[in-house]
């Protein structure tokens, strides 16, 4: 039996069609997205001023929600909260729910199941690339979280496109579904209080920077050269620093916005002094803000985390060259949080019934 349509994904054209073939007036098009949308709704008998034959109907023609927790790690209590989702095909993607010390709530969204960009640091790509996730799937990852935090009386503030998965590979879905999720009839999250993080595919970021209401841009450059970038960051061949350092300039021309530059630290890799001075010289002059990331051991790979003192002196070379940084810690590492570790640990796919 092929699966009910996912409301979430459908193309309004449709939806006016179904209604229309229905028999149903206009307005109850709008009366139902308009609960789509509400955090706390994840059923068709909530939609009160729905009439019950129309509900019954919807229910026999779509589903509202389709992935399930297939497990959880850590707790509201915890800075991040992470969910095993599955999907109605029985892949598995990753959402966190960051909860941050002033009571902020933020969603860590998937885009892809798996990911072909095979970063030599990663677990989101060692098993390859699967799928896209329409838009309905990036979207219900939204509500899932918002419904979630609706129950305890809080609410979605902010989102990373930093799950599993490359945005840029996956740009048409995963703009469908934030349209929804910054609008004021969806969820409200405005552009910009949600970050798209690229591996660094220029046209991609310069179709980011074309949009009316730009969201924020992060790009994960862990490298100050491209030699040492092609060597953990496979995807960086035929590209190059340079033209990804360009394509951010033009994004920061066209939006005002400043970049944010993601760089793992990884102990022998990319963590030396002479590294730290190529990336400042690199960064000089342009409105960059570098997010220095201890790297977040894998259990398959032999990198390491390089020692506090040595990430310290890396954060000053950088400070003392005029780059603005960040210098965070990952709030996810007790709980598998880095991108893929949970899906791996747990299986990448439901288990088999028998
Ligand atoms: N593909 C996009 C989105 C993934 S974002 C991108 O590359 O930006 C996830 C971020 O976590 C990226 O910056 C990624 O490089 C980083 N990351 C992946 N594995 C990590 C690890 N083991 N430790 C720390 N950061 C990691």
Redesign the pocket.
């Known amino acids: 039996m092929t699966p009910k349509p996912s409301l979430l994904s459908l193309p309004i054209t449709e939806l006016n069609s179904w209604f229309a073939a229905q028999k149903q007036p206009k307005f109850r098009v709008n009366q139902l997205l308009k609960w789509l949308y509400s955090p706390g709704i994840s059923e068709f008998d909530q939609m009160t001023n729905l009439p019950k034959s129309l509900r019954e109907a919807l229910k026999n023609s779509f589903t509202l929600r389709t992935m399930k927790v297939a497990a959880v790690l850590g707790s509201e209590e915890s800075p991040a909260e992470k969910f095993l989702l599955e999907l109605e095909d029985g892949n598995r993607i990753e959402a966190v729910i960051l909860h941050n010390a002033q009571g902020q709530h933020s969603l860590c969204a998937s885009t892809q199941v798996g ?1 072909a ?1 095979k ?1 030599a ?4 790509g060692m098993d390859g690339m699967v799928r896209n996730l329409t838009s309905g799937e990036i979207l219900e990852q939204f509500l899932f979280a918002a419904d979630l935090l609706a129950k305890r009386g809080q609410r979605l503030s902010h989102a990373v ?3 599993m ?3 840029t590979a996956n740009l048409d879905s995963l703009l469908s579904a934030l349209a929804i999720v910054s609008s004021e009839g969806g969820l409200g999250i405005g552009a910009r209080k949600i970050t798209i ?3 660094g595919i220029p046209a991609g970021i310069l179709r980011l920077a074309e949009l009316d209401h730009p969201y924020h841009l ?3 450059l ?1 490298a100050p050269n491209d030699s040492i970038r092609t060597r953990i960051m496979p995807s960086n061949r035929g590209i190059g620093m340079e033209a990804i350092l360009r394509a951010a300039d033009s994004y920061f021309e066209k939006t005002g916005r400043r970049v944010t530059y ?1 760089y ?1 630290l990884i102990a022998g890799v990319n963590d030396s002094i002479e590294n730290a001075r190529e990336l400042a010289g690199k960064l000089r002059g342009r409105n960059a803000l570098v997010n220095l ?1 201890p ?4 259990k398959e790979l032999a990198f390491r985390t390089p020692s506090a003192s040595q990430i310290q002196q890396f954060a000053r070379i950088l400070e003392s060259n005029g780059i603005q940084i960040a210098l965070r810690h ?1 709030k996810g590492e007790k709980i598998d949080a ?2 893929g570790q949970l899906r791996r640990s747990r299986g990448i796919n439901a288990p088999t019934e028998n």
Not at 295 to 298: A, R, T
């Open positions: 990911c960009m970063c640091f990663c677990a989101s496109i930093m799950g998965g490359e945005p993080s690229t591996v992060a790009i994960s862990h993601e793992i990331i790297f977040n051991p894998v990952r880095a991108c």
